[in-house]
């Protein structure tokens, strides 16, 4: 009993009713003794200065293909041949956030969010990729920056979100060649020189790993190439080559105060059992399988282990490329949606073993996205520990639902919301113990071209109907303005 005569448990009620269920007095239940601390969610808080945010990049939301000067790009072209996705449909229109940016800035303050996390299209700017600009292009992104502050939303851009100008395929065979690597810091340049009085975070480019194995391996992506591993090792060396030129064209080029890292798909390797044995097993893992893009960028050399397997098949490349390619930078992004790999030490040459897979192994509405949220807590930790980054961004986390329209018109995604509270209590133990994560961007703000899927995996937190374009709140997108009101996982 309190000295008011009222016991806590009472209070605890009149209080939640005042605040729908919301009190900040300490909620305990004089039954069971179970309490929640003062503060409603204080033990599953954020940092105070932790940046929420959504993401979604250029050719999936856009739309406008050809409009204002608009040159083609790889996934132009790719999504109007025969068969490459899955409901045959085409990105010309898909959100039409062009003319609708307005609107969408308008759906990410109603989620009370202080950042954006969106990509500029290269082909705008540079419709031939290099040579002359289009000026008409790069408007859009000035309105849309110019929309977002005037929100009090805080613009990160991504330069490349694997929309290459068809004409730099067409000429140099993409990013096969150092050309595009080298056209790629000439359009960086460009851009940062005129956005970043405004857009002071810049990431250069997207998912390396996914374009090197989906676009240039698989062929399941543009632009559809099944190139052998020298061919797959060469382009993600280009790739990397073209970051560092970028990273360097953005220093000489960006106003004071613009700050530069990358937005990557780890391979994200999490310790089967959390031993001390397993976890330095899982970082030896996290080095060797990162080894041909961020371990190179953020140590400067390929490792041993990389080399020696690669063979014959190792990348061309000079000492100064890799000067270039791990040129400093203020940030890393992580994008993660699952686990890549359960790792268990073991007395062999290579220090780890990989669990392999068993078939029930939980997945969400896509088999490749794995059910594992420590995942969210093993990535960003493991930049931290093995290189010392001083500054992260979960730059995509999500998930794609089957998100029925229940007959009151609602949509209960509470896959979703599963999903994403199982992560942010990993996130938020990982800033617990120190992790440096500054901000998450949860992908998507709407529901999206989603590449070969086209438009029948949806991961927005707003559902769109693509006949309409109406956009309508998820119960998602309810739960992610409760976790950003209250800095903490609700
Ligand atoms: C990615 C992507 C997004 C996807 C998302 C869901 O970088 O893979 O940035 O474009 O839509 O990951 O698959």
Redesign the pocket.
């Known amino acids: 009993m309190s000295s008011n005569g009222l016991s806590r448990r009472d209070f605890g009620k009149m209080a939640g009713s005042a605040a729908l269920g919301l009190s900040t007095v300490s909620a305990q239940s004089a039954d069971t003794g179970i309490a929640r601390p003062t503060g409603q969610n204080a033990m599953l808080a954020f940092p105070g200065d932790f940046r929420w945010g959504t993401a979604t990049?250029a050719f999936?939301v856009e739309g406008a293909v050809n409009e204002d000067g608009r040159g083609p790009s790889i996934w132009d072209r790719f999504t109007h041949l025969q068969g490459k996705i899955a409901d045959h449909s085409t990105a010309d229109v898909a959100d039409d956030h062009f003319h609708r940016y307005k609107d969408d800035v308008r759906l990410m303050k109603a989620l009370g969010a202080r950042t954006y996390r969106f990509s500029i299209a290269w082909p705008r700017v540079f419709p031939e990729g290099r040579g002359v600009p289009n000026p008409k292009g790069l408007d859009f992104y000035n309105r849309l920056l110019d929309e977002l502050l005037a929100n009090g939303i805080e613009p990160f851009a991504t330069l490349y979100?694997w929309d290459l100008p068809q004409a730099l395929q067409d000429r140099y065979g993409g990013w096969m060649s150092r050309d595009t690597a080298k056209a790629f810091a000439d359009y960086a340049g460009y851009v940062v020189e005129r956005l970043s009085d405004r857009a002071k975070h810049i990431f250069t480019i997207?998912?390396c790993s996914?374009l090197v194995h989906l676009g240039h391996g698989l062929g399941i992506d543009a632009p559809g190439l099944n190139l052998s591993e020298a061919g797959m090792n060469q382009v993600r060396h280009n790739v990397a080559l073209g970051h560092g030129l970028a990273v360097q064209a953005i220093r000489a080029r960006g106003r004071a105060g613009t700050r530069v890292g990358l937005a990557e798909?780890m391979v994200t390797c999490v310790p089967a059992i959390e031993t001390p044995a397993n976890i330095h097993a899982t970082e030896i893992a996290t080095r060797e399988l990162n080894a041909g893009y961020l371990t190179v960028i953020l140590e400067g050399k390929y490792t041993e282990g990389f080399l020696a397997q690669a063979g014959k098949d190792a990348p061309k490349y000079t000492a100064d490329d890799l000067g270039i390619v791990s040129s400093p930078i203020d940030f890393v992004g992580l994008?993660v949606?699952k686990p890549d790999h359960y790792v268990l030490a073991a007395d062999n040459a290579r220090g780890f073993t990989l669990a392999p897979f068993p078939a029930s192994f939980p997945h969400m509405d896509a088999s490749w996205l794995r059910v594992g949220p420590e995942a969210m807590y093993w990535a960003p930790r493991h930049a931290a520990r093995i290189w010392g980054v001083k500054s992260i961004y979960i730059t995509?986390n999500g998930t794609p639902a089957t998100d029925e329209v229940a007959a009151d018109g609602n949509v209960y995604d509470l896959d979703r919301i599963m999903y994403l509270r199982n992560y942010l209590l990993q996130l938020q133990r990982a800033t617990s113990e120190g992790v440096p994560v500054a901000g998450y961007f949860l992908?998507s703000l709407i529901d999206n071209f989603?590449?070969a899927d086209g438009y029948q995996k949806r991961?927005g937190l707003y559902r769109v109907d693509f006949d309409t374009q109406a956009r309508t709140p998820k119960l998602s997108a309810s739960f992610y303005r409760e976790i950003i009101k209250q800095n903490a996982v609700v």
Do not use: V
Request: net charge negative.
């Open positions: 990049s999936q979100h997207n998912e996914r798909n994008n949606y995509e992908w989603e590449w991961f």
